[in-house]
């Protein structure tokens, strides 16, 4: 994929923005909009790139010329929508974010959602957070980079099931340490002197109020997932007919298509989840009514103590709870062990007979080894998920990332087949002196010679000759 030029459109304002295969977006001063031209052009994407100070994405409306393998030329976006048009003339429509993953499939040519979560992470270096990570964090706004992730899409192996684990235990954990806090308090006012709400409160009436909730959640969640199972098995039974398959009886040799009428029991299923469904949502609908004839009933209770306080009434609610405390903090220490041990587990799958967590760090080695910070980096393979930057700081923590993030890219062009452009926010502007960067472009200019460079920068360097200059005069709007 390559950027060939981006339009912006403000109020009928409008400016171009031509790039070429090395592209220096230049000012003589900072804040003249560099990081903001180049948040645009990813938010012409459609990334969820969060505006800058002043300038509301929203209000602009961009076109993006690009390159792309499925003849994509061009993609509009104005707040929300993006339309993508084709060499052949045809136009697709999206709605963000509902749509993004499907988009960005389009854009980057794959459909693994771990590769296309993990490509801006790598190409990206944002002046504010991008020299600093490393394997796990922030990109840029909500947007993260996960090494365990990255590794998953670009090894194909599959870590559902202990993805879907960890974040099941890390639920839990975070519900029993509210729990605990709780529990404290509570233990709190046990031994204050604090007045709390008079017994004769119908506490009952609260406590049958929950119990309908926590009804209410598990019956709607039983209906969300025979919702999900039925339209699943319709997308499935669609699949397969769209394949056009045939079976053949070996003894008659009469062929059959496959299709759901073909299918014994499919439609029987589907109509007992329908049936299914009717009886979990009647059952629902009581749930609501009763749990609206409490709240009814509470409310004219708790109208008969308003001169008590909100935190007086929770406080007497908070007495009534009754969880051992050393019991609950067991629970949580043996929690934390489970995630403990799911993260190892996540670790040895991606670890294990894997040729690209190899090739990652033989690389990783070679550019720090290039950048003189090699001696900080430990030679065995598994560092790539080291958490430990406390021993980082300045230009070695920013050349460690640069190493990293350069030898992400290689491993992501091995899985998709084609150069990714590479896009650097201010690399001198990170405690990196003009030697140290030179540095990192004779890197980009041996082994990344073939992909498309933007960089944004105060300075011009020596080594990095570009094709095309985008000078910036105060603001992005006040451009030669």
Same mark, same amino acid.
């Given at each position: 994929m390559k950027i060939i030029k981006l339009i912006l459109n403000s109020e009928g304002v409008e400016k171009n923005i031509n790039f070429g295969k090395k592209t220096l977006i230049h000012s003589d001063n900072n804040s003249s909009g560099k990081s903001t031209l180049l948040r645009l052009l990813f938010h012409s994407l459609g990334y969820n790139i969060p505006s800058t100070k002043g300038l509301n994405f929203k209000n602009f409306t961009t076109y993006l010329h690009i390159e792309n393998k499925f003849g994509i030329?061009?993609?509009?976006?104005?707040n929300d929508h993006i339309t993508l048009y084709y060499d052949?003339?045809?136009?697709?429509? /999206?709605?963000?974010? *509902?749509?993004?993953?499907?988009?960005?499939?389009?854009?980057?040519?794959?459909?693994?959602?771990?590769?296309?979560?993990?490509i801006l992470g790598s190409i990206y270096m944002d002046q504010d957070k991008g020299w600093t990570l490393l394997n796990r964090g922030t990109v840029i706004g909500n947007i993260k980079f996960n090494i365990e992730d990255f590794l998953e899409g670009v090894s194909n192996r599959d870590l559902s099931y202990q993805k879907i684990e960890l974040e099941n235990i890390k639920t839990e954990i975070k519900k029993h340490t509210q729990l605990l806090s709780i529990i404290e308090y509570k233990n709190f006012l046990s031994k204050s002197n604090n007045s709390i709400f008079p017994k004769d409160y119908n506490i009952d009436l609260d406590n049958q109020l929950q119990l309908l909730i926590l009804n209410k959640k598990q019956?709607?969640?039983?209906?969300?997932?025979?919702?999900?199972?039925r339209k699943e098995n319709k997308q499935f039974i669609e699949y397969i007919e769209r394949m056009q398959l045939r079976v053949k009886d070996p003894e008659t040799d009469i062929e059959i298509p496959v299709t759901k009428d073909t299918i014994i029991y499919f439609n029987d299923n589907q109509n007992y989840i329908d049936a299914h469904l009717l009886i979990l949502q009647?059952?629902?609908?009581?749930?609501?009514k009763k749990i609206s004839e409490l709240e009814l009933e509470i409310k004219k209770v708790h109208n008969l103590f308003s001169i008590k306080s909100e935190i007086e009434k929770i406080d007497s609610i908070l007495t009534q709870i009754d969880v051992p405390y050393e019991k609950l903090y067991k629970t949580i220490t043996y929690l934390k062990k489970q995630k403990n041990s799911l993260h190892n587990e996540i670790k040895e799958k991606l670890s294990v007979n894997n040729d690209v967590l190899n090739r990652l760090h033989f690389n990783i080695l070679k550019?720090?080894?290039?950048?003189?910070?090699?001696?900080?980096?430990?030679? *065995?393979?598994?560092y790539v998920f080291t958490s430990d930057l406390k021993s980082l700081s300045g230009a070695v923590l920013h050349k460690i990332v640069f190493? /990293?993030?350069?030898?992400?890219?290689?491993?992501?062009?091995?899985?998709?087949? /084609?150069?990714?452009?590479?896009?650097l926010d201010s690399p001198s502007g990170r405690e990196l002196d003009q030697k140290n960067v030179e540095e990192t472009f004779d890197i980009i200019n041996d082994d990344f010679s073939q992909n498309q460079i933007i960089i944004a920068s105060i300075y011009e360097y020596?080594? /990095?000759?570009?094709?095309?200059?985008?000078?910036?005069?105060?603001q992005l709007f006040e451009q030669n």
């Amino acid at each position: 994929m390559k950027i060939i030029k981006l339009i912006l459109n403000s109020e009928g304002v409008e400016k171009n923005i031509n790039f070429g295969k090395k592209t220096l977006i230049h000012s003589d001063n900072n804040s003249s909009g560099k990081s903001t031209l180049l948040r645009l052009l990813f938010h012409s994407l459609g990334y969820n790139i969060p505006s800058t100070k002043g300038l509301n994405f929203k209000n602009f409306t961009t076109y993006l010329h690009i390159e792309n393998k499925f003849g994509i030329n061009m993609l509009k976006r104005t707040n929300d929508h993006i339309t993508l048009y084709y060499d052949d003339g045809a136009k697709q429509f /999206f709605f963000l974010p *509902n749509d993004e993953m499907h988009l960005l499939s389009l854009i980057w040519e794959s459909d693994d959602e771990n590769i296309l979560k993990s490509i801006l992470g790598s190409i990206y270096m944002d002046q504010d957070k991008g020299w600093t990570l490393l394997n796990r964090g922030t990109v840029i706004g909500n947007i993260k980079f996960n090494i365990e992730d990255f590794l998953e899409g670009v090894s194909n192996r599959d870590l559902s099931y202990q993805k879907i684990e960890l974040e099941n235990i890390k639920t839990e954990i975070k519900k029993h340490t509210q729990l605990l806090s709780i529990i404290e308090y509570k233990n709190f006012l046990s031994k204050s002197n604090n007045s709390i709400f008079p017994k004769d409160y119908n506490i009952d009436l609260d406590n049958q109020l929950q119990l309908l909730i926590l009804n209410k959640k598990q019956q709607t969640k039983k209906i969300n997932d025979l919702n999900l199972s039925r339209k699943e098995n319709k997308q499935f039974i669609e699949y397969i007919e769209r394949m056009q398959l045939r079976v053949k009886d070996p003894e008659t040799d009469i062929e059959i298509p496959v299709t759901k009428d073909t299918i014994i029991y499919f439609n029987d299923n589907q109509n007992y989840i329908d049936a299914h469904l009717l009886i979990l949502q009647g059952e629902l609908s009581i749930i609501n009514k009763k749990i609206s004839e409490l709240e009814l009933e509470i409310k004219k209770v708790h109208n008969l103590f308003s001169i008590k306080s909100e935190i007086e009434k929770i406080d007497s609610i908070l007495t009534q709870i009754d969880v051992p405390y050393e019991k609950l903090y067991k629970t949580i220490t043996y929690l934390k062990k489970q995630k403990n041990s799911l993260h190892n587990e996540i670790k040895e799958k991606l670890s294990v007979n894997n040729d690209v967590l190899n090739r990652l760090h033989f690389n990783i080695l070679k550019y720090a080894k290039r950048l003189g910070v090699d001696k900080y980096i430990n030679t *065995n393979k598994n560092y790539v998920f080291t958490s430990d930057l406390k021993s980082l700081s300045g230009a070695v923590l920013h050349k460690i990332v640069f190493s /990293f993030k350069m030898s992400y890219i290689l491993e992501l062009q091995n899985c998709l087949g /084609f150069k990714l452009p590479i896009v650097l926010d201010s690399p001198s502007g990170r405690e990196l002196d003009q030697k140290n960067v030179e540095e990192t472009f004779d890197i980009i200019n041996d082994d990344f010679s073939q992909n498309q460079i933007i960089i944004a920068s105060i300075y011009e360097y020596k080594n /990095f000759a570009p094709d095309s200059k985008v000078e910036l005069v105060n603001q992005l709007f006040e451009q030669n």
